[in-house]
């Protein structure tokens, strides 16, 4: 197949003019309308010759039709193009689950009365709605704080040692690894 500039596209036998705009650029074969071959008009499930000069008309906006995916209705043979409108789709998909997602957050979060929450900042940040107390705040400090102590204990050296205890009796004292076991049947 040919473009009217006279590059040559090569393409698989039965290909359509869907095929043809997607191998010349992703933007084009989403905006594909229709295709004229060799100066006459042709419906996009045509399938192309080889020497045929093809060219396609577009529209400003818009994106391709779910019936190009049908495979009985034969509009896109190409793995490339039929992955390419998938693509798409699932963009498309996916944008409109985020929006629904943020409309039932905003929704949720105006219920429980944090209104002042900024949902479009890159980083997530957990929202909590109850007021935080003392004694949960006890709690946490708490936490921490036993956390460093029994990090500097002078027992044991081994973090992952839960016991305290000497570190030369230690059943974790080769490199946090029990005791190697040999093959029977092997002797060193």
């Given at each position: 197949m040919l473009t009217p500039q006279g590059k040559v596209i090569?393409?698989?036998?039965?290909?359509?003019?869907?095929?043809?705009?997607?191998?010349?650029?992703?933007?084009?074969?989403?905006?594909?309308?229709?295709?004229?071959?060799?100066g006459a008009m042709?419906?996009?499930?045509?399938?192309?010759?080889?020497?045929?000069?093809?060219?396609?008309?577009?529209?400003?906006?818009?994106?391709?039709?779910?019936?190009?995916?049908?495979?009985?209705?034969?509009?896109?043979?190409?793995?490339?193009?039929?992955t390419k409108v998938r693509q798409w789709f699932k963009a498309q998909?996916?944008?409109?689950?985020?929006?629904?997602?943020?409309?039932?957050?905003?929704?949720?979060?105006q219920r429980a009365g944090a209104t002042a929450v900024n949902l479009d900042s890159s980083r997530p940040r957990r929202v909590s709605t109850r007021p935080t107390t003392s004694t949960r705040r006890s709690r946490a400090t708490t936490s921490t704080c036993a956390r460093s102590r029994r990090r500097s204990r002078p027992w044991c050296s081994r973090r992952s040692c839960p016991k305290p205890h000497p570190s030369r009796s230690c059943w974790r004292s080769r490199a946090g690894r029990p005791a190697r076991r040999r093959h029977p049947g092997r002797r060193r």
């Open positions: 090569d393409l698989r036998a039965g290909a359509t003019p869907v095929d043809f705009a997607y191998a010349l650029h992703t933007n084009l074969g989403h905006r594909c309308r229709g295709a004229r071959v060799d042709v419906p996009l499930n045509y399938a192309l010759r080889n020497g045929q000069r093809v060219e396609i008309v577009t529209a400003k906006q818009g994106g391709p039709s779910r019936d190009w995916l049908n495979a009985e209705l034969g509009y896109v043979h190409s793995h490339r193009a039929r998909q996916h944008e409109e689950t985020i929006a629904h997602g943020r409309a039932t957050v905003e929704r949720e979060l």
